[in-house]
């Protein structure tokens, strides 16, 4: 009798819940959309010089928009593992790794405004005065990587040295991980290291924001065109939700996002977009299920 008695209270209690649920689009956090970045540059700059695309995503979809970033790549491909966010910006190699950790899926990609391409570079740098003016003469050097899940902080330019008969572990004096890009030409610039690899918009915006004196710096290599850092989703969204949230990024133009510096624009994008970057992986002979 007693359970009879507080039966109608919990199936009301239940109904609340459930239509929370629904109404949030299945989110992470009822009435929060959680979006989350890679640290490719100082946290709280990124999330700074997103906030207007936040505002716009926060209307449009009618929910409260917080944004995460992850204390090293990993932690952020966790939180979308653990459920912890909801949408994402993934360079694209970290989309890869957490495809195989996570039911995500990508719905864009970012076409930056200088360039207005849907691709950018990997690139290394080093002292302009520095004997190093290829892959090849980096041996003996030291060098800073990214991070092991940066597209062009860590696995482009890696397939490059396999592709050279490089071994960075034995053929360089020392490797070391920055854990971002300006932290990287920070170290380059410094002469705490002899060159390092990264993104070219972003050691471009480095510059101009004086993070090294680039007069004293060069460009030794550079990659082919990457894909660009993909948008993403986690797939148990409501559908309902997902549209919103397409919608929302695909009505943006001209605005500063993360790591990405001036978006032009949102373009749809696939999953199959990123089949390139799994291709470099099996040359590399990456396991990404043991990538953590």
């Known amino acids: 009798m007693r359970f009879m008695k507080f039966l109608p209270a919990f199936l009301a209690m239940a109904l609340i819940a459930g239509t929370s ?13 959680k979006i989350g970045f890679i640290p490719a540059e100082d946290s709280r700059a990124m999330v700074r010089q997103s906030q207007d695309i936040l505002d716009i995503v926060a209307k449009e979809t009618g929910l409260k ?37 996570a039911p995500v899926e990508a719905f864009a990609v970012t076409v930056i405004a200088k ?21 090849e003469t980096l041996k003996g050097r030291t060098f800073a990587f990214v991070d092991p899940g940066s597209t062009s902080g860590y696995m482009v330019p890696s397939a490059s040295f396999v592709m050279a008969g490089i071994s960075p572990e034995k053929d ?10 300006d932290a990287t030409i920070v ?7 002899d060159a390092g690899a990264v993104a070219d ?6 510059c101009a924001k004086g993070l090294a004196d680039c007069s004293k710096l060069k460009v030794v290599w550079q990659s082919d065109p990457i894909p660009n850092d993909p948008l993403l989703y986690r797939k148990n969204l409501s559908e309902d939700l997902k549209k919103k949230i397409r919608d929302a990024f695909y009505s943006i133009k001209n605005l500063p996002f993360g790591e990405m510096g001036t978006v032009a624009r949102f373009d749809p994008a696939t999953d199959k977009d990123y089949d390139p970057i ?7 002979k990456l396991d990404l299920t043991k990538m953590k």
Do not use: C, W
């Open 21 to 33: 649920f629904a109404q949030s689009g299945g989110t992470a956090k009822p009435g929060v959309l």
């Open 65 to 101: 928009v917080e944004a995460f970033v992850g204390s090293d790549y990993n932690a952020t491909i966790e939180a979308f593992r653990s459920g912890h966010v909801d949408v994402g910006l993934l360079g694209p190699f970290s989309y890869v790794l957490a495809t195989t950790q």
């Open 115 to 135: 360039t207005m391409q849907p691709s950018y570079r990997s690139i290394i740098i080093a002292g302009k005065d520095s004997p190093i003016s290829s892959i």
């Open 172 to 181: 360089f004096k020392q490797v070391m991980y920055s854990g971002g890009h």
């Open 187 to 193: 170290a380059v610039g410094s002469g705490k290291v």
């Open 201 to 206: 918009r972003i050691y471009e915006r480095g």
């Open 278 to 284: 799994r291709n470099i992986a099996k040359a590399l």
